[in-house]
Every structure is written in C-alpha cells, then in structure tokens.
C-alpha cells in the first residue's frame, strides 16, 4: 500500500501559478501510475494529468500546455506545476496512484489510492 499526502494549494489570482506536491510513504512510489484529478463544487471528479512509471505523461485538453506533472522517484514525491490559472482551475485537487501500469487511465475507479485534497482557489 502507498498513502498519499497532497500540499502547495492556496488562493491565487487569474494567471498566476501554484506547484501542488504529493508525498507518498509505504510501498515504493516508484512502481506506482500517478496522477491528479480534482472536483470542483457540484461537479463531477475530473482527471487533470498522469505519469506513468516511465515518466510518459497525459493530460485532459483543459490544462494542456499550462500545467506540468513530474515526479521524483527517490524523493517519492509527485508535483504538479500549475501556470497561467483560471477561474475554472477552482478546485480540490486530488493526488492519486494505481497498481495499473498499461497506459495511464483516465477513469477514477482504476486508482487504488487517494490523498485527502487539497484546495485551490483562483481568484478573477
């Protein structure tokens, strides 16, 4: 098992950035497909970007070309690097990782295992 521990959220106003991390403790991270998703109030989870254990990554069309997902196998972290933020960014952001290594699944019931969130706000 891997827990999860995200930070690095905050309050933001419109076009600046945010670097969100995500500790991960237990079995090694490096096995791991890791990822992000977020929810936003009354909507559904949505993914937001993975990294396979490769370093291939993914990312939904919404964030492309602003936000960046890396990770750091020997100091089990992940990050995700946020720039040029939105309104619509306005999140809980989620880190994630799943036992799944074919490909980088985009569907939230394929990730074994979740950080508690952790909140961003941008402000217009």
């Known amino acids: 098992q891997v827990q999860l521990v995200e930070s690095g959220g905050g309050l933001v106003q419109a076009g600046g950035s945010l670097r969100l991390s995500c500790a991960a403790s237990?079995?090694?991270?490096?096995?791991?497909?890791m990822g992000w998703f977020r929810q936003a109030p009354g909507k559904e989870r949505e993914f937001v970007s993975g990294?396979?254990?490769?370093?291939?990554?993914y990312y939904a069309d919404s964030v492309k070309g602003r936000f960046t997902v890396s990770r750091d196998n020997t100091k089990n972290t992940g990050y995700l690097q946020m720039v040029s933020l939105q309104p619509e960014d306005t999140a809980v952001y989620y880190c994630?990782?799943?036992?799944?290594?074919?490909?980088?699944?985009?569907?939230?019931?394929?990730?074994?295992?979740w950080g508690q969130g952790t909140q961003v706000t941008v402000s217009s």
């Open positions: 994630v990782a799943t036992d799944w290594t074919a490909g980088i699944p985009r569907s939230p019931s394929v990730y074994n295992y």
């Open positions: 237990g079995r090694t991270f490096s096995v791991y497909t």
């Open positions: 990294i396979s254990r490769s370093h291939i990554t």
